[in-house]
């Protein structure tokens, strides 16, 4: 059991060393009787890895569920992303487009548009790449 913990912090270590880890969340406006607070920012955190100068996957709390993200950089600021429950995955696939916004050394403003089925929803995030 050691060598598994052992193993495990080594690989992570070393992930972090060689790419970029990003911390992100959606804002969510809060209903029209309620006010701003902590869980406006934090209902929707997720942590991505950056395998390439392109691409990102990771993981984002959806409500009380985690469900898995990709995303692919176009240009340096344009993205395509994809966002997928893990259950019944195929049937509620989110898809969306977005621009990222350095407002400061490693924080970006991310304005976004996504659809999941007949649905689509204009969002703005929050990004930190460690």
């Known amino acids: 059991m050691k060598k598994t913990i052992l193993t495990t912090v080594i690989a992570l270590f070393c992930f972090s ?3 970029q880890l990003r911390v992100m969340s959606n804002i969510d406006q809060p209903a029209e009787s309620e006010s701003w607070a902590v869980e406006n ?3 929707n955190i997720g942590v ?3 395998l390439s100068d392109r691409v990102m996957i990771g993981v984002q709390q959806n409500g009380d569920d985690y469900d898995f993200i990709g995303r692919y950089n176009l ?3 344009l993205y395509l992303s994809a966002q997928m429950p893990t259950e019944d995955a195929v049937e509620n696939i989110t898809m969306g487009v977005g621009f990222s ?3 400061w050394n490693s924080l970006y ?3 976004n548009y996504t ?3 007949e649905e689509g929803s204009f969002n703005v995030g929050l990004s930190y790449k460690l």
Request: proline share 5%.
């Open 17 to 19: 060393a060689s790419a």
């Open 41 to 43: 920012f934090t209902n």
């Open 48 to 50: 991505g890895y950056d």
């Open 75 to 77: 240009t340096s600021s």
């Open 101 to 103: 916004m350095r407002i």
């Open 109 to 111: 403003v991310e304005p």
């Open 115 to 117: 659809n999941k089925g």
